[in-house]
């Protein structure tokens, strides 16, 4: 299943960054060849975030091996819910975490995808559940929201406790409500060099 956002000009990016760019540079009619001319962010759409995206001296995706990035994931649902995801809606998930490499999770955000109502109000982790998802060693973590911190949040409180401990983040999922509560996930960034963020075709491969 296609866990990923299509990039197009016009598209939801981050409040004060811009629109991707796509120009048609060459058309199979003129050139005998069709490529395109993309500008864009490098967190743009469903993308990961490296430890160097807030962290000085964190590594870069380019530096990370291609293994951090493919792993089973578990798939929390907490749509409906509003403010903080605290401990206590996340220690029944702390069995399945056991032996897994990323935690998803639902907000139900990318319903609002498009709209201006999806910059705000969508529930974030308490630091104390950040601390607790760090502690059982797992590779990432995603959401179907633009960020794991709130829009308005200066510090990202989120972020560094992830990041610090050398996980990913992907942010800007969608369509994790058709999936069961395990699948393996893969999210493979493009490999810009020094990148601290990069686009990635997520997707989970279902069980048969």
Known sequence: MDLTQVIRE???????TESPKIAQATTVEKEGFAEKLITMFSHTGTHMDAPAHILK??????QISADRFVGRA???????LSGT???SELER???DLEGCDFF???????DMWGDAGYFEGFPVLSTEACEWIV????K?????????DPVDSLDLPNHRVFLGAGMVIVENLTGLEGLPSSVTLCCLPLKIADSDGAPVRAVALLDS
């Open 135 to 138: 502690d059982k060693g797992i």
């Open 74 to 80: 578990v798939v929390a649902d907490f749509s409906g």
């Open 85 to 87: 995801i605290g401990l």
């Open 10 to 16: 016009g598209m939801p990016v981050y409040p004060g």
């Open 93 to 95: 998930y702390g069995d």
């Open 140 to 148: 990432g973590i995603g959401v179907d929201a633009i960020s794991v």
């Open 57 to 62: 001296d964190g590594p870069t995706l380019d």
């Open 104 to 110: 998803l999770y639902r907000t139900g955000w990318s």
